[in-house]
């Protein structure tokens, strides 16, 4: 990884910075043909989501709006909760508007399958889904999800925006984080 101060805790680099702007340029692509002629707004999920959306959308060589929101499944440990509180609403009105949410991760997929209902149910034409990473193994609901950089194994990730406690998220890559900093 990059960060020196941060070795100790980390068990291994999972995906690095140039894997993860590759993987975008990648999904930019399919955007760009898939929404061609259409409006698109993009909605990051604050706060882990802001790296992601700050590449995504500059590499996207098209017109996007950008909106926010906060929603809140964790606590500050690593397990779901399955509880979904909106925190920070979006400023936009969806009505006709063309939704791709950008996320950070889906872990369980509680947080997402519940977020795209939500904002479904607010008369969107359409709402898709474009997550970094996802970890199969730990889906508990099934979530329709357009637009996946990686699939990861089921461990504790930081970096990317992901945090652990709030801190990790300006590493430039992805890592799994040593068990010795969370037990
Ligand atoms: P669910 O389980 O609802 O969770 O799909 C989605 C949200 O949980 C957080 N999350 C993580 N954060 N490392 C993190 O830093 C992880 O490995 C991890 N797994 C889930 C994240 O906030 C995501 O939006
Ligand atoms: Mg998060």
Redesign the pocket.
């Known amino acids: 990884m990059d960060f020196t101060h941060v070795e100790g805790d980390l068990a291994k680099t999972l995906i690095t910075e140039d894997e993860l702007h590759a993987k975008l340029e990648e999904l930019a692509r399919q955007i760009e043909d898939d929404y061609e002629g259409l409006d698109l707004l993009l909605v990051g999920?604050l706060r882990?989501a802001v790296m992601v959306m700050a590449d995504l959308s500059r590499t996207l060589n098209r017109h996007i709006e950008m909106d926010w929101m906060a929603v809140s499944?964790?606590g500050s440990g690593?397990v779901?909760s399955g509880v979904v509180r909106i925190l920070k609403d979006l400023d936009s009105d969806l009505t006709g508007r063309n939704v791709l949410i950008v996320?950070?991760?889906?872990?369980?997929?509680?947080?997402?399958s519940w977020l795209k209902a939500n904002l479904e149910s607010r008369g969107a034409a359409s709402v898709e889904i474009c997550t970094m990473l996802r970890?199969p193994d730990?889906l508990k609901v099934q979530v329709d999800v357009k637009y996946c950089g990686f699939d990861i194994p089921n461990e504790?990730?930081?970096g990317y925006g992901?945090?652990?406690a709030e801190q990790y998220r300006n590493l430039r890559g992805i890592a799994v984080l040593a068990p010795h900093v969370y037990n």
């Open positions: 999920v882990g499944s964790y690593t779901s996320e950070d991760i889906i872990d369980s997929g509680l947080t997402l970890k730990a504790f990730v930081i992901l945090d652990y």
